[in-house]
């Protein structure tokens, strides 16, 4: 009988601890849920940066290339559309 008691008190203390706690549980649970969608968005505009920058380093590289030929290959007109086509891609 007193051991039931005793574990009857014990449990109401903890309880108690329990339900004071809570509120700080709920809030930094809240917090890791916004945590965790804040770094897919980031990841998302990694991969959109990424993909831009490889983009760009295409349109750099077909802009070297066409610049490194002789110009006797390629008239004025055709490095303008050379470099539009970089550009667009």
Do not use: C, W, Y
């Not at 005793?6 to 109401?12: A, F, H, N």
């Amino acid at each position: 009988m007193a051991t039931k008691f005793l574990t009857s008190v014990r449990l109401r203390g903890l309880r108690a601890k329990f339900d004071s706690i809570q509120p700080e549980i709920d809030a930094l649970h809240t917090q890791v849920t916004e945590t965790e969608e804040k770094l897919e968005e980031l990841g998302l505009k990694v991969e959109e940066r990424e993909a831009l920058l490889s983009n760009l380093a295409d349109a750099v590289r077909i802009l070297d290339e066409s610049l490194k030929r002789p110009i006797e290959d390629l008239t004025a007109q055709d490095r303008v559309q050379l470099a539009e086509k970089g550009a667009q891609e």
